[in-house]
T-cell receptor, first 110, second 113 residues
Framework: SQQGEEDPQALSIQEGENATMNCSYKTSINNLQWYRQNSGRGLVHLILIRSNEREKHSGRLRVTLDTSKKSSSLLITASRAADTASYFC??????????FGTGTRLTIIP | NAGVTQTPKFQVLKTGQSMTLQCAQDMNHNSMYWYRQDPGMGLRLIYY???????DKGEVPNGYNVSRLNKREFSLRLESAAPSQTSVYFCASSGRGNNQPQHFGDGTRLSIL
């Protein structure tokens, strides 16, 4: 069963704008990870946030985690055409296994 | 550095045929995984291997078998392919521990007619 649900399912924005994607999950977690998938390619790891962290940054990416609400958000600032991809959240519970959400398809309009 | 390599990239099978999907990683990772990705469903774990010589079932193991041949290689076998197994299959690997990212191959696109 899917642990995470991303919202929205699809998002289109103008280049230069910020993109925000949300992820909700159901159980207690050890950490939450975000991945990007370009069309026809495998997933690429973006960022990992541990359950005792509330916010993390990596370049133009900002991830927040609210364990009380069982939710996370991914913010991509100053979007570029190359950011067009699908984005997935994935949770880790007590072991190394990832449970993925259904993904958000992001389109950046030049 | 090749990372995770999957072969073949594409395959068409007839119902009832068997085949093995190959995966190899060159990052000296202990853990390896097989997922399937279907439209609108994200990735679902089929099998994983926490170390050489061990394998465990994931969320959707029925109809599949795996072999952890050595530390580098983890293969997925379909003994009698069914149309419901039409999907994109991804192999991944990671270092030991919960806080390790997974590294993915580019997938095998499998169609069962």
């Amino acid at each position: 069963s899917q642990q995470g649900e991303e919202d929205p399912q699809a998002l289109s924005i103008q280049e230069g704008e910020n993109a925000t994607m949300n992820c909700s999950y159901k159980t207690s977690i050890n950490n939450l990870q975000w991945y990007r998938q370009n069309s026809g390619r495998g997933l690429v790891h973006l960022i990992l946030i541990r359950s005792n962290e509330r916010e993390k940054h990596s370049g133009r990416l900002r991830v927040t985690l609210d364990t009380s609400k069982k939710s996370s958000s991914l913010l991509i600032t100053a979007s570029r055409a190359a950011d067009t991809a699908s984005y997935f959240c994935a949770t880790v519970e007590g072991n190394e296994k990832l449970t993925f959400g259904t993904g958000t398809r992001l389109t950046i309009i030049p | 550095n090749a990372g995770v390599t999957q072969t073949p990239k594409f395959q068409v099978l007839k119902t009832g045929q068997s085949m093995t999907l190959q995966c190899a990683q060159d990052m000296n990772h202990n853990s390896m995984y097989w997922y399937r990705q279907d439209p609108g469903m994200g990735l679902r774990l089929i099998y994983y291997s926490a170390s050489e010589g061990t394998t465990d079932k994931g969320e959707v193991p029925n109809g599949y078998n795996v072999s952890r041949l050595n530390k580098r290689e983890f293969s997925l076998r379909l003994e009698s392919a069914a149309p419901s197994q039409t999907s994109v299959y991804f192999c991944a690997s990671s270092g030991r521990g919960n806080n390790q990212p997974q590294h993915f191959g580019d997938g095998t696109r499998l169609s069962i007619l």
